[in-house]
């Protein structure tokens, strides 16, 4: 397999991206990767709306590749192949890149490949870290989470997920509860500093359940029904407030280390040498970070997590999934088509719920 220049695009959630990769599977480096947020539109409405998340993608696509082409001092002429984002994700953002994408490789008679947002990170720690085959993934984001044993560029095999919130949309949901500014994950991050941890009793959901499932929505109300116990006039105590965002932080950590814990149990026998990787925003997260790291280290096994920009929504990741794939799948046709469902392991059984970014896969 010789290095190609291919260019990635990505537009399921609320950033809108493109990136270069020149390289090959195992071996390729970012020549640019350029993201475009949408936080401030969606900022008023307590999540993102997908209707003003698809036009903005509209509006953004085309300078956002020509930005990336830009950045790599490159133009359109030198890419030889070009992949996009064809799902999982809110359905008129998928479209926009999947036409953008179709609308290049068509004018360039170059090949076309859709990819699945979820192997997009779940195959990050190969290019960022070369982690051998087969790897542990766990990807916790604003609207993903589950556990992932990844074999192969396209062979992924689900132990568990979340069946209803994923754990960024927990702490979203829980820094408004307690009067946090948004995006919730940093601010309760920063307040659980100053708090106790220890004061209030908030469930662990679903660790008296074996298996890898998770659930944080119940996690969620406990909070709620705490904050009003204890709000007067309207008001929530700063102490109340710290002590509340420690507590709750303190649950997630609690789950996410023993779930990752029983998901090494189960893929530590098929490694040699096994790696846990994670990805996703709520990996910024020090304390969940530390304590996946300790619960790696425990077992004997190595942690890895790229560096943010590569965790979080990207288009880079979405190009090197196609060289990761393109020596075992064919292009794909004009006939590429947005799906708003995708799951990465099609044995494993559907999972419930549909986060605020969108449906789970
Ligand atoms: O991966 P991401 O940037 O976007 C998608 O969800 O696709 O993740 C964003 C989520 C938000 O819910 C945000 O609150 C959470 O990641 N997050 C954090 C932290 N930083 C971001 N959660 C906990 N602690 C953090 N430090
Ligand atoms: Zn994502």
Redesign the pocket.
Known sequence: MTSITILGIES????TAAAVLRGQAGDAKVLSSIVLGQTELHADFGGVVPEIAARAHAEKIDTCVQQALDAAHLSLSDIDAVAVTAGPGLIGGVVSGVMCAKGIALARGIPLFGVNHLAG?ALTPRLTDAVAYPFLMLL?????CQFLIVSGPDQFQRLGGTIDD???????KV?RLLALP?????????RAKAGDAKRFKLPRPLLDRAGCDMSFSGLKTAVLRQRDSLMSDGELAARDQADLAAGF?AA?VDVLAEKTRRALDEYAPLSKNPSICV??????????RTALETTAKNFGAKFIAPPLAL???NAAMIAYAALEQMNTRVPDGMELSARPRWPLDQAAPAMLGS?K?GAKA
């Open positions: 399921s959630c609320d950033d990170h916790v984001s604003g609207g993903h994923a754990p960024g949309e927990a702490f979203d820094a948004q995006p919730g994950g940093p601010a309760i991050e920063t932080q997630v990805a996703g925003g709520v990996a910024a997260n020090m304390a969940i965790c979080t929504d986060g970014k």
